[in-house]
């Protein structure tokens, strides 16, 4: 015999702890490198973007980082380390604390080049206690692509040095512009 704890949701229909649910989602232009989730709400426990992503970059082959910021922080306030294995190798990165003005989620995006037409990489990314202001945020991530056999494979812990509750979310190419092709979801998690 099993406990499930649950929460209603809007509906007044109980939701599970630990469940997702769909906050918002959005799909690239063509014309701009920038995709914002603003307003979200502190309801859930975490949050978690799912990614198929691709930009416009084609001059060269390259799996390209998503800069991801919260709250519209441009300050050095995010630091993170990285794991990446190529299926033969692995190597390891990591940054010094609050280095970077944003969060560079490695392997998330591939670029236009012809070398990976019809390729996009895909990723999830979670973020732990984004609306808890008595820590700083964290996040972590599994991302990767397969170019025809030469792909990688991701792993990622990232640290914002902030105790503010998440609202916002910025999703930027490294590149230049996120294609059609690109779609990101954000997802609640609710929490006991």
């Given at each position: 015999?099993?406990?499930?704890?649950?929460?209603?949701?809007?509906?007044?229909?109980?939701?599970?702890?630990?469940?997702?649910?769909?906050?918002?989602?959005?799909?690239?232009?063509?014309?701009?490198?920038?995709?914002?989730?603003?307003?979200?709400?502190?309801?859930?426990?975490?949050?978690?973007?799912?990614?198929?992503?691709?930009?416009?970059?084609?001059?060269?082959?390259?799996?390209?980082?998503?800069?991801?910021?919260?709250?519209?922080?441009?300050?050095?306030?995010?630091?993170?380390?990285?794991?990446?294995?190529?299926?033969?190798?692995?190597?390891?990165?990591?940054?010094?604390?609050?280095?970077?003005?944003?969060?560079?989620?490695?392997g998330s995006n591939l670029s236009s080049d012809a070398t990976y037409a019809n390729m996009n990489a895909v990723s999830i990314l979670d973020i732990i206690d984004y609306a808890d202001t008595s820590k700083y945020k964290t996040a972590r991530g599994f991302c990767g692509s397969d170019r025809n056999g030469a792909g990688n494979i991701f792993l990622i812990s990232g640290l914002w040095l902030s105790t503010s509750a998440i609202s916002t979310i910025t999703l930027t190419a490294d590149g230049t512009n996120w294609t059609t092709s690109t779609t990101f979801a954000l997802y609640g998690i609710k929490g006991a």
């Open positions: 015999m099993s406990l499930i704890l649950g929460i209603l949701d809007s509906g007044g229909v109980a939701a599970a702890t630990g469940s997702f649910e769909s906050i918002a989602s959005a799909t690239g232009t063509g014309s701009s490198g920038v995709i914002t989730f603003s307003s979200i709400p502190s309801t859930y426990k975490h949050l978690q973007i799912r990614g198929i992503a691709k930009d416009t970059y084609s001059a060269g082959a390259f799996e390209l980082p998503t800069r991801v910021r919260f709250n519209s922080d441009t300050g050095n306030n995010y630091t993170q380390h990285n794991l990446q294995g190529t299926g033969t190798a692995a190597t390891a990165q990591g940054e010094a604390t609050g280095v970077n003005a944003f969060f560079k989620f490695r």
